[in-house]
């Protein structure tokens, strides 16, 4: 490493630590500060330290809805990043292998999820009908039909690295296309795999938007709408309210520290081939 | 017993026709070859008989029975592939026994055949590997043991050594030729190399343009080969193929004479300079510039006293040429 | 003879059923229902009823702009940030490594909370932000007070969150431009500004493409980041096409939050069809 090499970065380490670190350290004050300290807003070492008491009291908060609201993301991530892998990886695997003229429909959709913003009240509409509005599996289906798409592709363009050879060598071996798939292509799918459900999880853990429409209620509250209706609860309870984001900051950041390949590999997936 | 047959078996893909017509008899136990420059047909003639292609038209059959409509699975085929397709999330253990857990045999049946598979072509001590860790040649007998353990009627092997160095591919020709004898067993071979066709088949079929040019055994195919293709296809270094005016003069349209079928003599009809030599130590091949018939090779003894622009004399010897 | 194939479409059905449903229904439902007064029960057809009172409205109107300058804002600065922080995290400098976790991580951050700890950082006169400025002599402006300033605060929250994501695909780009393009130009005695104009900029442009497409279609589409910061104010200066659909929702006027999300789909099938065509006709050309 040259002179220079060395004090860029140094110098890029000074700015983003104050651009990139001090909001989140800003985070962490605000959330272990006392309700009047915290109100002042001031960017400073806390006098007293209240993590443990804050903690408690937000997770006690509305009769331990933080936890419900745990509860309810996790159920909603497990269960859309689940299907989403299993059905997107069978919609790769045919894209990739089967040509027809389906396929450039299968692509026409596959494209509209990218890029179509979902129209929501149709949506509430479709869902009413079909009694999945404002209940955990029909908000674990939405998850999963909106993220579809990204998953397809990334799958089919990992499919294409895995010979059809191994197809054909199962099809002699006398394997049927479930087991094909699931015996000898879903095996070998796993680092793209890993980063879709790393990804997707990220995703679907912090969403806001479609938990706001497609589940209300009290019964049903997701983490990213507890820290929304906590906002104006705790509106004199800032202290308590930065603790919410620091706890929601926590699994992502345990994920990313986990999986930082994984993530890396998976958003950038479309950058060389463009 | 397997005899496999084939009837007027054409393939299209989509406008393009790519095998046009093929009538062949492979006997039961025999080591058929199919052999022809890429394109002309002989992997995808492979894979209609391995059932993972579909014929456009006629019919395959195997022990007299029309497996045309027959899933791969069930027509009693076993194919090794040229990349070898081991799997390679699977140990060698599970490779080899992957068709019976599939087909769910009791697993101390697939344990012993497994075994036995294993210790045929000595990979006891690797059966807990994965394909990952294996050289070449080993997954090459993986891959040819996952073919054993199905105890299929008929072997299908789509160029399977071309992944393999030189020396190594030499080595598993004769391996190859030892465990056709050894189990008997009909054996459908496709390669581009006509070293491996001449070495290893029973019977040679030459393929061009999707058809059939001539069937035989190697040594029919040397010394009589029906057309200027198969002429030039089978023997190193190639027929030398002359047309034009030379051909016209022996009374036919392409005439050709193999370079080991040329001697050195002083009165040779054709003379020219020689432009450069390949000393192979037990041969010398010489390229000769002629007037009479342009450029020939001719196949001569390693210690041929000549220099590049020597001039030199050559004649065709007695009964050893082709006409066409 | 005809054999089934191995790669059966049903493979395709469970997702196809689950997109379709909750997806294109929606979707093609919603062009009907955008020509209708709408309680989710009964629809009456108004014609262009709705759409009329969009363009009329002056607040819908400046959603609408909105929309279009926050987008290309922040696309616009996230491709160019993006970029230069690539190459300055691909120039091997100190701690490099531990640069590029640090620019990604806001990616994979609650939008919400980032939201509400900026509205406190921009807090006209106790927010941090305002009294590191005031210690330097400057007078800080109400970031999210100002109606003129609101957006673009909200627009400069929303790159600090993206710009990781940005960075991390010129990262990928970067690396697989062969470095004998670098070493060919330096012997022709290119300059390192020469290189970066000659060199870098033209051989990354498949990153770009996806830059800009994906920050353009989420500046487009953007809702949490506005609704934690500004709910669309002061007033509605900071509104865009997303807020006004989930005002309108709540007000009941299905009909007209659904002609905004038609209005919203037109408008990225607009902006980022063409210019996406556009980019990978250029790039074909080169």
């Known amino acids: ?274 | 017993m397997a005899r496999v047959t084939l009837k007027n078996v054409t393939k299209s893909f989509g406008a393009v026709e790519v095998i046009k017509g093929v009538n062949l008899e492979v006997d039961d136990g025999e080591f058929c070859v199919f052999v022809g420059p890429s394109g002309c047909g002989k992997s995808t003639l492979l894979r209609i008989i391995s059932g993972l292609e579909d014929t456009t038209s006629g019919s395959i059959e195997i022990d007299g029975v029309d497996v045309s409509g027959e899933e791969p699975s069930k027509r009693g085929i076993a194919m090794v592939f040229q990349s070898y397709a081991l799997y390679p999330h699977l140990t060698v253990r599970e490779n080899i026994g992957f068709g019976l857990s599939l087909a769910k045999l009791p697993k101390a049946e697939i344990k012993a055949k497994v075994d036995a598979a294993a210790e045929k072509l000595q990979l006891t001590d690797y059966l807990d590997r994965k394909p990952k860790a294996l050289s070449g040649g080993q997954r090459q007998r993986v891959a040819i043991g996952r073919a054993i353990v199905r105890d299929p009627k008929v072997f299908l092997f789509d160029e399977p050594l071309s992944n393999l160095d030189a020396a190594l591919r030499s080595q598993m020709r004769i391996e190859l030729t030892d465990l056709h004898a050894e189990l008997g067993a009909t054996m459908i071979y496709v390669t581009h190399d006509q070293v491996e066709a001449m070495t290893m088949a029973d019977k040679i079929v030459v393929l061009n343009a999707g058809k059939i040019e001539q069937v035989g055994s190697p040594m029919e195919l040397y010394n009589h080969p029906v057309s200027p293709f198969v002429a030039g296809f089978i023997g190193s270094p190639k027929m030398n193929l002359l047309e034009g005016d030379v051909a016209k003069g022996m009374g036919c349209s392409t005439y050709g004479v193999r370079p080991e079928h040329l001697e050195i003599t002083e009165d040779g009809i054709w003379g020219g300079k020689v432009r450069h030599l390949e000393r192979l130590g037990a041969d010398t091949v010489v390229y000769l510039d002629t007037k009479e018939a342009g450029s020939v090779v001719v196949r001569t003894v390693g210690d041929l006293a000549v220099k590049v622009g020597d001039v030199l004399r050559v004649r065709p010897m007695a009964g050893k040429e082709h006409k066409f | ?286």
């Open chain 3, 1 to 286: 003879m005809k054999r089934k194939s191995h790669y059966p479409y049903w493979f395709v059905f469970p997702a196809a059923v689950i997109f379709t449903t909750l997806f294109l229904v929606p979707s093609v439902a919603s062009l009907w229902f955008s020509f209708t007064r709408w309680d989710l029960f009964h629809a009456e057809y108004i014609g262009l009823e709705n759409f009329v009172q969009f363009f009329k409205e002056p607040f819908l109107v400046q959603g609408m702009v909105n929309t279009v300058i926050f987008a290309f804002v922040t696309s616009g600065m996230k491709t160019v940030l993006g970029l230069l922080l690539a190459v300055l995290l691909t120039s091997g400098i100190f701690a490099q490594g531990f640069l590029r976790i640090l620019v990604f991580f806001p990616v994979l951050v609650s939008t919400i909370g980032v939201g509400i700890t900026f509205t406190r950082l921009m807090h006209p006169t106790k927010g941090a932000i305002n009294i590191a400025l005031a210690h330097m002599g400057i007078d800080g402006p109400g970031w999210l007070t100002d109606p003129s300033l609101a957006l673009f605060s909200v627009a400069l929250v929303d790159v600090w969150k993206g710009v990781g994501l940005a960075t991390l695909i010129y990262i990928a780009g970067l690396a697989s431009i062969s470095p004998e393009y670098y070493e060919a130009s330096r012997i022709d005695g290119a300059t390192r500004l020469q290189q970066f104009w000659r060199v870098t900029v033209p051989l990354v442009r498949p990153a770009t493409v996806t830059v800009i497409t994906l920050s353009l279609i989420g500046g487009l589409r953007s809702f949490d980041i506005v609704w934690a910061m500004t709910k669309g104010g002061p007033g509605f200066s900071s509104d865009v096409l997303a807020s006004v659909i989930y005002k309108q929702y709540q007000a009941g006027f299905y009909g007209l939050s659904t002609a905004g999300n038609v209005i919203l789909f037109a408008l990225v099938a607009l902006i980022v069809i063409p210019l996406v065509s556009w980019m990978n006709r250029k790039e074909v050309e080169q």
């Open chain 1, 1 to 274: 490493m040259s002179r220079r090499q060395l004090w860029t970065g140094i110098a890029a380490l000074c700015v983003s630590l104050f651009i990139f670190v001090v909001p989140f350290v800003f985070i962490l004050f605000m959330a272990v500060k006392d309700k009047r300290a915290a109100s002042k807003l001031e960017f400073s070492w806390p006098t007293e330290w209240h993590l443990w008491a804050n903690l408690i009291e937000v997770v006690e908060a509305r009769n331990y809805m933080l936890l419900l609201a745990y509860f309810n993301s996790t159920v909603i991530t497990v269960g859309a990043v689940s299907l989403i892998v299993i059905f997107s990886a069978m919609v790769g695997y045919i894209l990739q292998r089967r040509h027809s003229r389906w396929n450039s429909l299968i692509w026409a959709g596959v494209m509209a999820g990218l890029m179509v913003p979902p129209a929501v009240v149709p949506t509430i509409w479709v869902l009413q009908n079909l009694g999945l509005f404002k209940t955990i599996h029909g908000m674990v289906l939405i998850q999963t039909a909106y993220g579809l798409s990204f998953a397809i592709l990334l799958f089919r363009s990992f499919i294409s690295t895995i010979p059809r050879d191994l197809d054909e060598a199962a099809i002699i071996d006398g394997a049927k296309p479930l087991q094909i798939f699931f015996r000898v292509i879903l095996p070998l799918l796993k680092p793209a795999t890993v980063t879709i459900i790393v990804v997707q999880s990220i995703a679907i853990f912090n969403d806001f938007t479609n938990p706001l429409y497609y589940l209300p209620g009290k019964e049903n509250v997701t983490v990213q709408l507890t820290l929304f209706n906590f906002q104006s609860q705790f509106v004199s309870q800032l202290n308590l309210l930065f603790m919410n984001i620091l706890l929601i900051t926590i699994p992502p950041l345990i994920v990313y520290i986990f999986f930082n390949r994984q993530i890396v590999a998976g958003m950038t997936s479309g950058a060389v081939k463009g």
